[in-house]
């Protein structure tokens, strides 16, 4: 017998320990499928799977060593290509290309930037932020 015994708001004496083992092999209610022990049960009320086997499932996916699961392995990184070897350039080949670019920048002009147009049309307006700006300017230009 167990020490599971409880007195109900009545008065009267529930052995649970005594209930729970008469009713252990009873479909649990519910949509898992199992009995009030813990076994996987069929449709019918057959045990499939026996709740101590599903412990022993569990605790062996537990406690597996490292090395047995699988853990995916990183890869190591490509070492690095080896530099390409220097090219080497035949002298006269040198000596043309110089030529070639001592021939062009003769060819380029330097050539200064235009300054500025003193008066600018569209500056020039009566009207519009414009002419607005170009007081202004012209105002401090004066006053310095």
């Not at 649990?28 to 709740?51: C, E, F, Q």
Request: proline share 8%; glycine share 6%.
């Amino acid at each position: 017998m167990t020490s599971k015994i409880y007195r109900t708001g009545q008065g009267k004496m529930i052995d649970m320990g005594a209930l729970i083992l008469q009713n252990e092999k009873v479909r649990a209610v519910g949509n898992m499928g199992v009995n009030a022990r813990g076994d996987l049960i069929d449709d019918s009320g057959t045990v499939i799977d026996p709740k101590g086997n599903q412990v022993q499932k569990q605790f062996e996916r537990q406690t597996k060593p490292v090395q047995a699961i699988n853990v995916p392995q990183f890869k190591q990184p490509a070492p690095a290509p080896a530099p390409a070897p220097a090219v080497e350039i035949d002298p006269n080949e040198l000596a043309a290309l110089k030529a070639l670019d001592a021939e062009f920048s003769e060819d380029i002009d330097v050539r200064v930037a235009p300054s500025p147009v003193a008066s600018d049309p569209i500056v020039d307006s009566t009207t519009g932020i414009a002419s607005a700006m170009k007081k202004a300017v012209k105002s401090k230009t004066d006053n310095l």
